[in-house]
């Protein structure tokens, strides 16, 4: 396995992948209800930006296996979505999604901290291997000295296991999309002291 950070633009391959990959760990995410085109220019956009950190795990013969988004910017992804991708034509592409993108385009502007995990996922083939613990380890490395999560606030989430395995800690929670997640943060954070492992 190899952790990088692929260089923009992505190879369509890449792209398709990440598509495939994200929509089949997170089918209940808005990028995965707005299908698998919207999803890649999702990912295309993401790794071109300076906001944005995409890292990948791969296998020896260099399929992705494995991805973390983090961003530096988390409170205006979704305006910078909306102005640099499809998303309003995907959106018209899937009406089932228009309820949830209407929600998060009236819900009160929060200013999340930063840097976030915006997607960890894995091939379920590939899943307790290592893979999501080491892109975790190379988004902290680039995040230093603090690394956020926010994940479903829900006690039969596998991922705060996960999460705390990897060093977070439960930091309350926080508003997206005019809902209530889990926060969780890893090292220090103004005020705070470093994260128990």
Not at 90 to 118: D, K, M, N
Not at 133 to 159: G, H, I, Q
């Amino acid at each position: 396995m190899t952790i990088e950070r692929p260089r923009a633009p992505l190879a369509a391959v890449d792209i398709a992948r990440l598509a495939a990959l994200h929509i089949r760990a997170l089918p209940g995410s808005l990028i995965a209800k707005l299908g698998p085109r919207y999803t890649g220019a999702f990912y295309a956009h993401c790794a071109a930006s300076p906001y944005e950190t995409l890292h990948v795990a791969r296998d020896a013969g260099g399929q992705i296996l494995a991805a973390c988004l983090v961003s530096e910017r988390p409170g205006d992804l979704g305006a910078r979505l909306r102005r640099a991708t499809p998303l309003v034509a995907a959106a018209a592409a899937h009406p089932g999604a228009w309820l949830e993108l209407i929600r998060a385009a009236l819900a009160a502007p929060g200013s999340p901290p930063a840097p976030q995990i915006v997607t960890l996922f894995a091939d379920e083939a590939a899943r307790g291997r290592g893979h999501g613990a080491a892109l975790v380890e190379a988004a902290a490395r680039m995040s230093a000295p603090s690394l956020y999560a926010v994940t479903e606030d829900d006690p039969e989430n596998r991922a705060f296991e996960f999460y705390r395995k990897t060093g977070f800690r439960d930091a309350g929670t926080t508003r997206l999309n005019g809902r209530v997640f889990r926060l969780l943060a890893r090292g220090t954070a103004p005020g705070s002291g470093p994260c128990a492992a």
